[in-house]
C-alpha cells in the first residue's frame, strides 16, 4: 500500500578458497574453507506522518563449514528515519545478534576451555546513527555519516566479551562522464576480560583504520576506466613473541595498501 510495505527475505551464499596462513617464508600453510549459508527472513516498513518511517527486519541465517560444523546465526533489526531538513535525513538502528557455535566452547578467565559440553554463544548489540545528506543544486555529491556502538558479550565468564565504537564517512559524487567515491573509517574496540599481555592488567585494545578512493570515467556509452586505492590499517596492544627475531616482543600492528586500475565494459542493459 501507500503507507506499509512487506518483505520476505531468502539467501544463499556459497563459496569454496584456499587461504594462505603462513607466517614464514620457509613453512607454508594453507587451509581450505568451504562455506554455505543459507538463510530466510521477514519484516516490514510503515510510513507515518511528518517525513517519519519506522521498519522491522527478522532474519534467521544456517551457516555450514564444512571442516568445522554448523552456526546458527540470528538477528532482528529496528530502524527509525526522519526527514530533518531540505536534501537531509537521518536513521537510527537498533540491532539484535544471537549467534550459536557447535565447534567452539566457552572459556574461562585464562582463555581454557571450561569442557566440550558448554557450547559458546554470543549475543551482540549494536546502535547507530547514520546522517545522509545530498548537496549541490543536481544533488550529484551524497554523504552518508555513521556513529556506531556495539557490545558483544558470550554466554560464559566473558572471555570473549568486547565493546567497540566506530565511525565512518562516505562522499559519493556523479556528474558529466565523471563518477567517484570516497570512504573513511576508523574503529575502537576494548576487550573487558582478555588482557594486552600474560599477567598484565592493561586490557586488550585494538584500532583498525580504513580509506578507500574510487575514481571512474566514461569514455564511451558502454566503456569506462576506473580506478581505485585501499588503504588498511590495524594496532593492537597485544604482545607477540617472534623466535627469528630474538626473545624480544612486539605490538600486533599491520598495514597494507592496494592499487587497482582496471576497465568496465556494459555488456547489456541501460548504461
Given amino acids: 500500500g501507500d503507507r506499509f510495505k512487506g518483505l520476505l527475505h531468502a539467501q544463499y551464499i556459497y563459496f569454496d578458497q584456499i587461504i594462505d596462513l603462513s607466517d614464514q617464508s620457509d613453512l607454508l600453510r594453507r587451509e581450505r574453507v568451504e562455506y554455505t549459508?543459507?538463510?530466510?527472513?521477514?519484516?516490514?516498513?510503515?510510513?507515518?506522518?511528518?517525513?517519519?518511517?519506522?521498519?522491522?527486519?527478522?532474519?534467521?541465517?544456517?551457516?555450514?563449514?564444512?571442516?568445522?560444523?554448523?552456526?546458527?546465526k540470528a538477528f532482528g533489526v529496528f530502524?527509525?528515519?526522519?526527514?530533518?531538513?531540505?536534501?537531509?535525513?537521518?536513521?537510527?538502528?537498533?540491532?539484535?545478534e544471537n549467534r550459536d557455535y557447535d565447534d567452539r566452547t566457552i572459556r574461562d578467565e585464562n582463555g581454557n576451555s571450561t569442557g566440550e559440553d558448554t557450547l559458546l554463544e554470543m549475543e551482540r548489540t549494536l546502535v547507530a546513527l547514520e546522517w545522509n545528506q545530498l548537496w549541490g543544486k543536481s544533488k550529484a555529491i551524497d554523504s552518508f555519516l555513521e556513529f556506531k556502538v556495539l557490545e558483544n558479550r558470550d554466554n560464559g565468564v566473558g572471555y570473549y566479551d568486547y565493546d567497540r565504537w566506530s565511525i565512518d564517512l562516505r562522499i559519493?559524487?556523479?556528474?558529466?562522464?565523471?563518477?567517484?567515491?570516497?570512504?573513511?573509517?576508523?574503529?575502537?574496540?576494548?576487550?573487558?576480560?582478555?588482557?594486552?599481555?600474560?599477567?598484565?592488567?592493561?586490557?586488550?585494545?585494538?584500532?583498525?583504520?580504513?580509506?578507500?578512493?574510487?575514481?571512474?570515467?566514461?569514455?564511451?556509452?558502454?566503456?569506462?576506466?576506473?580506478?581505485?586505492?585501499?588503504?588498511?590499517?590495524?594496532?593492537?596492544?597485544?604482545?607477540?613473541?617472534?623466535?627469528?627475531?630474538?626473545?624480544?616482543?612486539?605490538?600486533?600492528?599491520?598495514?597494507?595498501?592496494?592499487?587497482?586500475?582496471?576497465?568496465?565494459?556494459?555488456?547489456?542493459?541501460?548504461?
Fill in 37 to 72: 549459508g543459507y538463510g530466510l527472513g521477514t519484516g516490514g516498513e510503515v510510513l507515518l506522518n511528518k517525513g517519519n518511517k519506522l521498519s522491522l527486519e527478522l532474519m534467521a541465517v544456517q551457516e555450514d563449514y564444512s571442516l568445522l560444523g554448523d552456526d546458527l
Fill in 79 to 96: 530502524a527509525w528515519e526522519r526527514n530533518l531538513w531540505k536534501d537531509a535525513k537521518m536513521e537510527l538502528k537498533l540491532r539484535e
Fill in 172 to 271: 559519493d559524487g556523479e556528474w558529466d562522464k565523471w563518477e567517484s567515491s570516497l570512504s573513511l573509517g576508523l574503529d575502537e574496540s576494548e576487550y573487558i576480560l582478555q588482557k594486552a599481555a600474560r599477567f598484565s592488567s592493561v586490557p586488550r585494545e585494538q584500532t583498525d583504520i580504513y580509506g578507500e578512493l574510487f575514481v571512474k570515467r566514461k569514455l564511451s556509452k558502454r566503456f569506462s576506466v576506473y580506478l581505485l586505492l585501499e588503504y588498511e590499517e590495524s594496532s593492537s596492544n597485544v604482545l607477540l613473541r617472534d623466535e627469528r627475531l630474538g626473545s624480544g616482543e612486539f605490538e600486533d600492528d599491520f598495514d597494507a595498501f592496494g592499487g587497482t586500475l582496471g576497465v568496465q565494459i556494459d555488456l547489456w542493459g541501460e548504461p
